[in-house]
């Protein structure tokens, strides 16, 4: 899955993307939308691993896309729909705010959700005015007609919402009713993550909480001067942080923050040869969970051992000891994964 900076033009997209990702923003590429890879730091892995030391002496860590994408202009809008196309690949949106030069954060949020409630507005009657049309038609098969009735309703359940001024995910849709809307990939049904792209002084507390009631993550950094810190060696570094009064970089922060606040979670492999961290989405099954190791590790399940972190931890990262104390259990592939679980896979040679 790929998780999309999105937001106006000069918002600081670009920065928080090479910020992130090491990787400079190409301008030939900006306009389709730039894609790199990022790892998910992860300190309970950095702990396991020291312990099993394996051959791989480092983590390996999942990793997430982030799609660098151009803003919305505000003046000419013209090209906007265009721009907006290209956030709809994503799964799940950064809205970055420009937090530097100004202070209307909730302000510019409410615009740019006004444009994706505006454009997904758009689809969703272009197909609504389609579907009437075919229903007009005779002589179609009654399980044709019936199908377009319900995505009929669905699809008007959906612009009343929109029409409130309502993104789409909050009518808490069934697998069955997203995976009816799933190819219009709706902007307001994606996670969305507020990041507020600030200057060097933090956002006060109270306007965080004021945030957070429009979005349930909301995170800030000064992406500029943590990229601007990056660039210089460690003892430079050092002292500019303290005079700025930073303890350590928000990178890894704001990348876990990005990372969960779509809906992700992790679950560890570890083994003589590396200790793994793997990405899921939250609510999947130890089956899902084979199937990002391996397909054949999911065609050929049959059952996995499962330690939670906590008590993986309790039991001082031994394997041993877990099994010993009754913790480590022996789950079928329905077991809905949880966060940090270290997994085994057995699967039938
Ligand atoms: N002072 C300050 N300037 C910033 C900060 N972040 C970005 N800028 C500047 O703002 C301008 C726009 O930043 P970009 O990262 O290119 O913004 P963008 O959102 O990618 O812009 P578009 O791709 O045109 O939508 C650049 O000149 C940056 O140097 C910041 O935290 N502080
Ligand atoms: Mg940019």
């Avoid at 309970?44 to 799609?67: D, G, N, Q, S």
């Avoid at 590790?297 to 059952?303: D, G, H, P, S, T």
């Amino acid at each position: 899955m790929k998780v999309g900076l999105v937001g106006f033009a000069g918002s600081g997209k670009s920065t928080v993307f090479q910020w992130l990702s090491g990787e400079k923003p190409d301008p030939a590429k900006v306009q389709q939308g730039q894609t790199a890879m990022v790892d998910v730091p992860d300190e309970r892995l950095r702990a396991i691993t020291a312990k099993y030391r394996p051959k791989k002496p480092e983590p390996v860590f999942a990793k997430m896309a982030l799609l660098d994408t151009p803003g919305l202009l505000t003046d000419e809008r013209k090209d906007n729909p265009r721009r907006l196309a290209i956030i709809r690949e994503a799964g799940a949106m950064v809205v970055v705010l420009d937090g530097f030069s100004r202070r209307d954060w909730d302000e510019q949020w409410q615009r740019f959700r006004e444009e994706c409630l505006l454009a997904d507005l758009e689809i969703v009657s272009n197909r609504i005015s389609r579907l009437e049309l075919q229903l007009k038609k005779r002589a179609r098969p009654a399980k044709e007609i019936e199908a377009d009735e319900l995505e009929l309703s669905l699809l008007r359940r959906i612009t009343h919402a929109l029409e409130q001024g309502q993104p789409a995910s909050v009518l808490g849709l069934s697998a069955e009713e997203e995976k009816t809307v799933r190819s219009f990939q709706l902007l307001t049904l994606k996670p969305e993550i507020l990041f507020i792209n600030r200057g060097e002084s933090p956002v006060p507390d109270a306007e965080l909480a004021k945030l957070r009631q429009l979005s349930p993550t909301v995170l800030q950094a000064p992406a500029q001067l943590e990229l601007e810190l990056q660039a210089l060696s460690v003892e430079d570094r050092a002292v500019f942080m303290h005079e700025l009064g930073l303890n350590q970089s928000l990178r890894e922060e704001v990348i876990r923050g990005i990372f969960y606040g779509a809906g992700r979670q992790v679950f560890f492999t570890v083994g003589e040869d590396e200790c793994r961290s793997w990405a899921l989405p939250v609510g999947a099954t130890v089956l899902e969970a084979a199937a990002c190791i391996h397909t054949d590790l999911a065609e050929k399940f049959v059952r996995a051992h499962v330690i939670s972190y906590a008590d993986f931890l309790a039991c001082g990262y031994s394997e041993k000891e877990a099994k010993n104390r009754g913790l480590m259990r022996t789950e079928g592939k329905t077991y809905v994964v949880q966060d940090g679980d270290i997994i085994h896979i057995l699967a039938s040679t």
